[in-house]
Structure formats: structure tokens, C-alpha cells
């Protein structure tokens, strides 16, 4: 690929864990994720035409070649749909060429897709100066997830991916976008955040996630509150007969989790993470009964860490697959990894993989010759 000139702008953007606040981005509640260190980069180079070529450092041969004027949301494609719908929402009117380094696992629910999409608008953003702000780049890559590639996500993970910072979780306000750093410093504490991949691959575009998003949207409405953020545990035992057993299940999960996240935060700054654990764990139970979103290998990661001396653990992000998280003394991770590995090889599971991470920054540009 001789014709690959040097890049004019490089950026790059991390995956995420989200430590609490499932399920609810788009019932306007509270979420509190942090970066992973892996990243993903995209390397980009202005063109005189309206061609776009992308490839990436995984698939050398995979040149993907198209034009502006092809664009075309909902239009179907692989990954670089993802890139494609990015280039839309940012409503480009250049051509440019591509270059994607993707680090994140992928499948593992560590949000591979909205780094790419981040590290992208970030570097379309630079190279164009769009001078897009933090928020509204979470709002443009959320919307080319929404109605470009076709996946009914909520804001959380394309806002970490973008707002991060070293050493901290992000409170996301999913009402308003706003957000509070909460210093997270598990190491001080002799603790590891375990994240335990299931290897069960999992896909938003699949069905459950849009019919519980849809519960949820049916239960405010019958309620008549905007969304569960303005719900209360009160309110909904009182309108329980209005509700499907769904809607009313999948409520209840929102209407806590919501709460948990208030508590999490406070256990946090306090730095009690015996009871940060313990809410951690309800929030896993509560996304198995309630909300259903957990599978027998997560509630395996789950149950087997709890019982090998973890503080709490749940399953994150999407669900039906994807990874566990499991809070950790640092001198117990060794014989817990053990364990789940053992627990998930008598259950005739894949194997997990086990990652650590520490909070890390969120996109950034890494080289700007834009001006060239
Ligand atoms: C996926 C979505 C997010 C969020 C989580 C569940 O990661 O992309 O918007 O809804 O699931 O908390």
C-alpha cells in the first residue's frame, strides 16, 4: 500500500469498565465508568477528493474504499461501519484516508467500538478544525451508532471514551452530560479491579437490549414521567398494577441502580470499599433477576469471585456475555483468577481472560500536523 502517505493527525481513545450504572445511560440516571488503558488509534490524512479509504493494522489487506456521495446510514458493512458513520455525523465534506490501530478486546464488553468511534471524531475534529466540544463529540459518535450503524446504545460509553481522566471514574449525569471526577484509587488500597472476559461474545444488535430499552420507555410512559431518573421506588410500587411484569422488573432494576450509583459514589470518596463491594454485588443481582441481562458464565465469573474472597462483583456493560468485574485484594488475585478459570473449565465454558486495569485518560490527539 505505497500510496498510504504519512498521517496529517493521529488520536487516540480508550475502552471502558463501568464500575456502576448499568442499564440506565438512557433512562437519564447515573453512571460511573472509568477508562482501561487499552486504546484505540486512528491515523488520518486529508485528500484532494471525496474518496474515504480506511484499513486497519489488524487486517492489512482489508482496504475498505468508498466515497462521501456513498454514505449510506443503516446500509449494512463490517466494522467500518463504525468509521463510515462517524464521517457522516460529522457531516465531513473532504475526502480522507484512514488508519485504524485497535487495541481494545473485542467482544469482551470493554466498548472496542466506541474508542474507535471516538479516536475517530477525535481526529476528524482536529484535522478539520470542527472545534466540537467533548460533549457534543459524545452526542455526534452516539448518534452515528444510533443511526448510522443501526445499535440503540445509550451515551455512556462514547462520553468515557472522550471525558476520562488518569486515577478517576466519571460520574456521568446522562440527564445533561455532565460530569464529576471521583478519585479512584484502588492501588492505595492494596485492591485490583479484576475484569474477568467471558469470552461469550455478545452484540447489541441483537434484540435484548432495545426490547428492555423499550420496557423501560413503556413503563415511564404509562407512569407519565419523562424517564426512570424521575421515578421513584414509591411511585412505582403504587403504579405497579399499570405495568407488564417486564416493564415493572426492569423498572425496579433502573429505579435502584440509580440509587446504587448515589451510594457508590459517597463509598468511594469515603474509601469503604467493603460496602462499595457489597453494592456492587446488588447490582449484579439485580441485572440477573430484574433486568436479565447476566448469562451462567457471568453469574460463574460472579458467584466463584464472591466465594474466593472478592468484595463484590457483577457483569458490566451490555451483557448476555461480554465481561465480569470482580473488586479484589491484590494478594487474593492470583488464587481468584485460579478459581474462576477452574470453575468455568468443570462448567465446560471457553476459558476466560483476565485483564487488570488502572483508570486511564480519555481520547486525545496524539500528533497534529493539520495545518500542513
Ligand atoms: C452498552 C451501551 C451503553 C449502556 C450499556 C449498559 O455498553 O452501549 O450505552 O447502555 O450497554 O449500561
Given at each position: 500500500m505505497s500510496d498510504w502517505l504519512e498521517p496529517h493527525v493521529i488520536a487516540s481513545a480508550p475502552g471502558r469498565v463501568n464500575l456502576i450504572g448499568e442499564h440506565i445511560d438512557f433512562s437519564h440516571g447515573f453512571v460511573l465508568p472509568f477508562a482501561i488503558a487499552d486504546r484505540t488509534t486512528a491515523k488520518l490524512r486529508r485528500r484532494d477528493d471525496s474518496i474515504i479509504r480506511i484499513r486497519s493494522v489488524q487486517r492489512p489487506d482489508d482496504v475498505i474504499s468508498t466515497s462521501l456521495s456513498e454514505l449510506n446510514p443503516l446500509g449494512g458493512g463490517d466494522w467500518e461501519r463504525y468509521v463510515l458513520g462517524v464521517i457522516w455525523s460529522l457531516k465531513i465534506d473532504q475526502g480522507v484516508d484512514i488508519e485504524i490501530d485497535g487495541q481494545v478486546p473485542l467482544g469482551a464488553g470493554l466498548s472496542s467500538s466506541a474508542?474507535?468511534?471516538c479516536a475517530v471524531a477525535v481526529a476528524l475534529n482536529q484535522?478539520?478544525?470542527?472545534n466540537h466540544s467533548r460533549k457534543e463529540l459524545a452526542l455526534l459518535t452516539?448518534?452515528?451508532e444510533n443511526d448510522y450503524v443501526g445499535v440503540p446504545c445509550g451515551i455512556m460509553d462514547q462520553s468515557v471514551s472522550l471525558m476520562a481522566q488518569e486515577g478517576s471514574a466519571l460520574l456521568l449525569d446522562c440527564r445533561d452530560l455532565t460530569t464529576t471526577l471521583i478519585p479512584f484509587d484502588l492501588a492505595a488500597s492494596s485492591l485490583e479491579l479484576l475484569v474477568i472476559d467471558t469470552q461469550v461474545h455478545h452484540t447489541l444488535v441483537d434484540g435484548g437490549y432495545a426490547e428492555r430499552r423499550n420496557n423501560c420507555e413503556s413503563?415511564?410512559?404509562k407512569i407519565g414521567v419523562v424517564s426512570m431518573r424521575d421515578l421513584s421506588s414509591q411511585l412505582l410500587q403504587e403504579s405497579k398494577s399499570l405495568l407488564t411484569e417486564h416493564e415493572f422488573l426492569r423498572a425496579r432494576h433502573a429505579v435502584t441502580e440509580i440509587a446504587r450509583v448515589?451510594?457508590?459514589?459517597e463509598l468511594l470518596k469515603a474509601k469503604d470499599f467493603n460496602e462499595l463491594g457489597k453494592v456492587i454485588t446488588a447490582s449484579h443481582l439485580?441485572?440477573?433477576d430484574d433486568y436479565e441481562v447476566s448469562?451462567?458464565?457471568l453469574n460463574c465469573a460472579v458467584d466463584t469471585a464472591l466465594a474466593n474472597g472478592a468484595l463484590g462483583a457483577r457483569m458490566v456493560g451490555g451483557g448476555f456475555g461480554g465481561s465480569a468485574i470482580a473488586l479484589v485484594a491484590q494478594n487474593q488475585l492470583d488464587v481468584t483468577e485460579k478459581a474462576i478459570a477452574a470453575a468455568f473449565s468443570s462448567a465446560g465454558f471457553i476459558a476466560p481472560r483476565f485483564f487488570t486495569s488502572l483508570p486511564s485518560d480519555g481520547a486525545r490527539v496524539e500528533l497534529d500536523l493539520s495545518s500542513i
Open positions: 474508542a474507535l468511534e484535522l478539520f478544525a470542527l452516539q448518534k452515528a413503563a415511564a410512559a448515589a451510594q457508590a459514589v439485580s441485572l440477573r448469562c451462567p458464565e
